[in-house]
């Protein structure tokens, strides 16, 4: 919306399609930095405390969920 309403201060149509192309492009930019900057402050070396994901679990610990998961929703 900003970049249609800057768009229609200029006379000529062709300048303000091209004005208003290089602005939402050039709006990206900053979206980029800030990504950029995010990854660089994540932390690298950290341990994975807790459950870390599914190695966690032994098959066994996985198919005793899924089974009990399963007897709640089954109809009597």
């Known amino acids: 919306m900003v970049s249609g ?3 229609s ?6 300048e ?11 709006m ?7 990504l950029l900057l995010t990854y660089m402050r994540e932390p690298k070396n950290v ?3 807790g459950l ?3 190695d966690d679990l032994s098959f066994s ?6 089974s009990r998961r ?7």
Do not use: N
Not at 9 to 14: A, D, I, L, T, V
Not at 21 to 26: D, Q
């Open 9 to 14: 201060y200029f006379s000529h149509p062709k």
């Open 70 to 76: 399963r007897m709640s929703t089954a109809p009597l």
């Open 16 to 26: 303000g399609l091209s004005f208003g192309i290089g602005l939402a492009l050039w």
């Open 47 to 49: 341990s994975p405390t």
């Open 52 to 54: 870390s994901g599914a």
């Open 5 to 7: 309403g800057l768009m």
């Open 28 to 34: 990206t930019v900053p979206a980029a930095i800030l």
């Open 61 to 66: 610990e996985i198919s005793y969920e899924l």
